[in-house]
């Protein structure tokens, strides 16, 4: 055997670069994963804020107050709100945070694998 191989045929050396790659994927993984988390979260707050307002407007009674400026102003969708995320849109994401979720639980097990193995 070369010097610094072991039975796999990698020197310590490329085994070491292995690892070290897999560890940077993994910090990219967790970030991406992160980030998409924190999009998903922003729409489904803005989702929930539809939800609410269009709650509140289902049990208002009618009243001189849906005639006036005041009572338009309180009861529509705010700008933000009239940017809600379309279902494909919301589909897109859900498939997107479970490929993230994949490819981080495959690596981390590649990491596992790796660490276990090593003699």
């Known amino acids: 055997m070369a010097d ?4 796999s045929g990698m ?3 490329e085994k070491r670069f292995q690892r070290a790659q897999l560890q940077i994927q ?8 992160s980030r998409l988390s924190d999009r998903a979260c922003e ?6 804020a539809v939800a609410n ?6 049990a208002l009674s009618p009243s001189p107050l849906d005639f006036t400026a005041d009572g338009d102003q309180q009861h529509r969708l705010s700008p933000d709100q009239r940017n809600i995320p379309s279902f494909a849109e919301i589909a897109r994401m859900i ?3 479970k490929a993230a979720r ?7 097990n590649t ?3 790796m660490t276990g193995s090593r003699s």
């Open 102 to 108: 994949q490819n981080l639980h495959n690596l981390r």
């Open 4 to 7: 610094g191989e072991h039975g």
């Open 43 to 48: 729409m489904a707050d803005l989702l929930s």
């Open 53 to 58: 307002k269009l709650t509140e407007n289902s």
């Open 11 to 13: 020197t310590d050396n």
């Open 95 to 97: 498939e997107e945070l």
């Open 111 to 113: 990491k596992r694998q």
């Open 26 to 33: 993994i910090e990219d993984a967790e970030e991406k994963l």
